[in-house]
């Protein structure tokens, strides 16, 4: 092969991913024009991706996945395309609701909340313990009141006293004092001569989720509510009680309770859940976000418990991360950033951010989809619009998807809520599912390798194929029964009802031949004249068969080489 000399080697020896940013001949040398199905772990070189196997056989398509965690028992949620969340792959869902269009949900003191994000129509959050069936979170007041009448001789005040009942559930949320109906409270009225205790009866008791009942009363001729010392009934059935005690035993105030939410309204379009200083956040799709008490998920303020932004109505609150103590409130355009005061919500101060950038809960990323918007070394990275870019108290002013900007201008605008972008911190890389080409349904998996650094021009980037359409991905590690459990990516199809594992072990999709390629730039001696190519050496190794093919200018009809079975041991 000495002739071989007098012609002008042309080597590659890189291979940094797809580059798709204006016509071909710009492709750098060390990038691709297609690349398709491919890793770069190693420096230098490409190799194809793992394979797909099935991690569930479940009766129902997945669009969206969450890992739930209830008292250290972990079921994987998914929901179909018709309103249906299921556990596991148990074919009878947990709950339905045909409006329901996504959801999102958080692990918060061994139980799950659940948000349903509708298209428009009314719904309320959920709670679900793991064990009982799946309810509203919350709860409704008592709709009767007691009967109180003289007891034997104690020490209540004289004067005019005010009761009230309120239910405690089973995952302790106090209720409205009642009885109340439509929300009007009418309390029972106990004259007290002075001296004596005060007999109850007729408590009212709840449903299956009631585990106990809580009186509250006035001091004598007044208004304000307090919990009753020794007001604690602990059980659903018990409905006599007797009190006894002075005025000045009253000291904890109930009066909280009247303004809290009896069902707490759900997402509308685009929403999230979030969890910053032990209380629960929940954005409804519009310019203010609920906030729960301390360390009580359920009981939300409807006065105190708002974070309100002036916004106008169409640039409403869709998602939330957090950075050391710093809380930030996402917008479909527009970060605001707000920090616990330690007064009540709708105190705390607010301070914009960004007017430009924004993005919805599952375009921020997250290392793991038991929580929304987990970051890695106090960043994020957020999709928008513009494209993918880190988030760390500031927004990066270059896009990391700068080298495939084609690409993402193929987004569809109205399906940029079902963007999902998964960061894998182990292997160094980052997968993105966007709707493109008129779907509003995500249905490409882009992927981004930092291995080299996490910038615009650091960043490999490839496409992951498969014989059916993506439309759900999701990071987690979760023991479904086929194989150990892996800490991997899962892939969900409408064309099937399998949820996929991407995983080392596999070498094929389920059966079918992975068809990865890799398409270098317009690799030439001479643009625009006529240049003959007398040899090509590859260095490869592996199982299956290569194809090589070669192109004339202008990507022009495809002359195929040959085909060569590859070895695992070449020599």
């Not at 890695?376 to 700068?402: H, K, R, Y």
Request: glycine share 10%; aromatic share 12%; proline share 5%.
């Amino acid at each position: 092969m000495s002739y071989l000399t007098e012609y002008t080697p042309l080597s590659i020896t890189e291979f940094k991913g797809l580059y798709k940013r204006g016509i071909p001949d710009e492709t750098p040398v060390d990038h691709a024009i297609c690349c398709e199905n491919n890793n770069f772990r190693e420096k230098g070189q490409w190799s194809t991706r793992a394979g797909t196997g099935v991690s569930y056989a479940m009766n129902h398509s997945t669009k969206r996945i969450f890992l739930a965690n209830t008292a250290g028992v972990a079921h994987l949620l998914t929901l179909d395309f018709a309103g249906n969340i299921y556990k596991d792959n148990d074919g009878t869902p947990i709950w339905a609701d045909a409006n329901i269009v996504d959801f999102s949900a958080l692990n918060l003191f061994n139980r799950v909340y659940i948000l349903p994000i509708t298209n428009g129509a009314t719904a309320f959050l959920l709670v679900w313990d793991g064990t009982n069936p799946v309810r509203l979170a919350a709860g409704i007041a008592p709709t009767t009141g007691v009967t109180a009448v003289d007891g034997s001789a104690g020490h209540i005040d004289a004067g005019v006293h005010q009761l009230g009942v309120c239910f405690v559930t089973d995952t302790g949320f106090i209720t409205r004092p009642g009885a109340s109906t439509a929300g009007v409270f009418t309390p029972t009225i106990y004259v007290a001569p002075g001296g004596l205790q005060v007999d109850l009866s007729g408590i009212p008791t709840g449903g299956s989720d009631i585990v106990a009942r809580i009186i509250v009363a006035t001091k004598a001729n007044e208004t304000l509510f307090y919990f009753v010392p020794g007001g604690l009934i602990n059980d659903n059935t018990t409905t006599t009680l007797t009190l006894d005690g002075y005025d000045t035993d009253l000291l904890l105030s109930a009066d909280y309770l009247f303004d809290l939410f009896e069902k707490i309204p759900a997402a509308s379009i685009a929403g999230s859940l979030y969890t910053f200083h032990s209380r629960l956040f929940l954005a409804p799709g519009t310019n203010y976000v609920n906030v729960s008490l301390p360390s009580d998920p359920e009981s939300i303020d409807e006065v105190d418990g708002l974070i309100t932004l002036p916004n106008p109505a169409y640039n409403t609150i869709r998602a939330f991360c957090q950075l050391y103590d710093t809380l930030y409130l996402v917008k479909s355009t527009g970060i605001t950033s707000t920090f616990d005061d330690g007064d009540v919500p709708s105190t705390w101060v607010v301070t914009e951010v960004d007017g430009t950038h924004g993005g919805f809960q599952n375009s921020i990323s997250t290392i793991s989809v038991t929580n929304v918007a987990l970051g890695q070394n106090e960043m994020f990275l957020l999709c928008d619009l513009g494209g993918i870019f880190i988030f760390n108290g500031a927004t990066s002013v270059i896009p990391l998807t700068w080298k495939i900007d084609d690409i993402w201008q193929m987004i569809t605008p109205a399906g940029l809520l079902n963007i999902t972008i998964m960061n894998d911190p182990f292997k160094e890389v980052f997968y993105v599912l966007i709707p493109t080409q008129g779907s509003t349904e995500a249905n490409l998996l882009l992927v981004g390798d930092y291995t080299e650094g996490l910038t615009p021009m650091l960043i490999k980037w490839t496409m992951f194929t498969f014989p059916f359409t993506p439309c759900c991905i999701a990071l987690y590690n979760f023991n479904d029964g086929n194989g150990p459990a892996k800490y991997s990516l899962k892939v969900a199809t409408q064309d099937n009802t399998f949820l996929f594992k991407i995983e080392d072990q596999f070498t094929d999709d389920y059966g079918a031949g992975i068809n990865s390629y890799y398409q270098h730039y317009l690799h030439t001696v001479d643009h625009g004249s006529i240049n003959l190519f007398r040899a090509i050496r590859v260095r490869s190794l592996g199982n299956g068969n290569m194809q090589q093919s070669i192109f004339p200018e202008d990507l022009g009809v495809e002359t195929v080489l040959m085909n060569i079975a590859m070895s695992a041991g070449p020599g």
